[in-house]
């Protein structure tokens, strides 16, 4: 069952983004420089590499993904990887103060929707978060903004296949799936609607 989804308003979601950006700033701006190259989930991306990556889509053009389209020989994980790794050898005070530039920025990425750069940070900040054994808060409304673009998504392409279970949030109105439930609280949600094993908090499977 695909959920019926309860969209932010527009203005809403970008001061989350906004928001969201700025804190991830300061927080890596804290980092020490081991900080930086810790391992996180996302393949072999570090730190580093996903911080840049966030930086990208507001100034990333259509020329830029025709030219690294071309580069990656079609293959669009391969162009998101390597256009990160590439970013990523700059200063990490240049990362920073890039992350910082695009706060208040409502340029999208080359075909994606107003939905993704919401997406995005609150993602990819948990998994720099999680890698540095860090807390970060994710406001439910928000988390449950993006696990339903992850549900509804069809193109872009979803690179993660949907789990099959009974997907119910124990901090707000949500519920998608079928099959085995598993509640938890909507950010731990989220990541595993996102390919990520949620580690805090755990999530509480019913029926097993």
């Known amino acids: 069952m695909i959920p019926v989804a309860v969209v932010l308003e527009t203005d809403e979601r970008w001061r989350i983004v906004d928001e969201q950006r700025t804190t991830l700033a300061d927080l890596l701006e804290s980092l020490p420089p081991s900080g930086w190259e810790t391992p996180t989930a996302c393949g072999d991306w570090r730190v580093r590499d996903v911080a840049a990556h966030l930086t990208l889509a507001s100034r990333f053009s259509y020329g830029d993904l025709v030219r690294d389209w071309v580069r990656a020989r079609g293959n669009m ?16 005070a240049e990362i920073v103060s890039n992350l910082r530039a ?4 409502r340029r999208l990425a ?3 929707t107003p939905r993704e750069p919401l997406l995005d940070i609150l993602v990819h900040g948990q998994d720099i978060a999680l890698a540095l054994g860090l807390h970060r808060d994710m406001p439910p409304a928000a988390a449950r903004d993006a696990a339903d673009r ?12 949907l789990p099959k279970a009974r997907l119910v949030a124990t901090d707000i109105d949500w519920t998608a799936g079928e099959g085995k439930e598993i509640r938890a609280p909507i950010a731990s949600l989220l990541l595993l609607l996102t390919g990520r094993t949620p580690t805090e908090p755990s999530a509480d499977r019913a029926g097993a």
């Open 150 to 161: 992850v549900c509804t998504m069809r193109f872009p392409l979803r690179p993660w296949p």
């Open 77 to 92: 994980d391969r162009l998101i990887h390597d256009t990160a790794v590439r970013e990523a050898a700059r200063p990490t």
């Open 102 to 105: 695009i706060v208040g920025s």
């Open 110 to 112: 080359p075909t994606t």
